[in-house]
């Protein structure tokens, strides 16, 4: 069916006011602003402005402990705001021994605190990405950067254990398999501060897998398809001609925006084909005349 075809039985919308947007962020100059950094002029970038691999080159590159390093940083890039943020308990680090007393987690902790430091200078306490501080930009670049080197060496060390001789294998594998634990641990924080129905895991190698954390799940996958749906524009929204509900793509139908979709699924072209049969039966039904006795009688009981 053509789109002409659709127009002449349904309604078509070719004009909405709802409209998908490729992810975007803060960028510009910046201010410092007591210990943070502030954007004083407007400007965004997105997803598809970043170089391909830039985790490779231009995070790997940043000077985290230089504080005008990462203010170039930022102002070329945007904020890079802590996973922390996402999920409180995806930052982990093994408990550190100092003057015989154990020190848990350290590393989350000092995300907490730099996450602390910025949320001052966040208007109304919503993080309206306007502003970071030094200490949360620093943190989240060394955290990036470390898991860019921890994956490096995670891939090498299996390369390594898989091509040793006999002899250095065990230890090898060993540390492969240290390395592919210390993986696992570091994703978590990546796949928190995704936005991807994927997620990285490691076993005996580094993959990605449908993700099984919460809150990824069903409803992750009903607000890609809204997104998707929304930013599809080759095919139009319309109206179902059975069911009155507004629809792109007809479900179990062809991936052509015009085939058949003149109704939002098989159960309503069905429903729509009975109702049309019954009305055809009803029509056979009646006596000659009838209809035309019946609007007569109408008449006169309205008259």
Known sequence: MGLQKLESTTTVYYSTPIEA????????ETRREGKALRFI?????GTDSLPREF?????????????DALAAFVSEW???????????????????FEGGRVKHNQLGKKHKAAVEETNPYIDDGWLAYDAISL????????????????MHDTIRARYDADNSPCAGRSANEERAAHLAQQFRDSARAINAAACHPMQIVANDFLRVDIRQDFPRGLTSAICNQIIEAVNDDVSPWRACKSCGHIFKRKQGGSE??????????KKC???QRQREYRAKKRKAAQPKGSEHRGKAKGGVDNG
Do not use: M
Not at 21 to 28: F, Q
Not at 55 to 60: A, D, E, M, T, V
């Open 269 to 271: 072209a069905d429903r």
């Open 55 to 67: 985790f490779n080159h231009q995070l790997l590159e940043c000077d985290a402990k230089n504080a």
């Open 135 to 150: 200490s949360e930009a620093a943190a989240t670049i060394e955290l990036l950067q470390s898991f860019v080197y921890l």
């Open 78 to 96: 945007g904020a890079p705001y802590s996973p922390y943020r996402f999920d409180a308990h995806c930052i982990y680090s093994p408990p550190d």
């Open 256 to 265: 052509k925006a015009d085939s058949d979709s003149a109704y939002c699924c």
């Open 41 to 45: 002029t407007d400007g965004t970038i």
């Open 21 to 28: 947007r490729p992810l975007s962020w803060r960028r510009g």
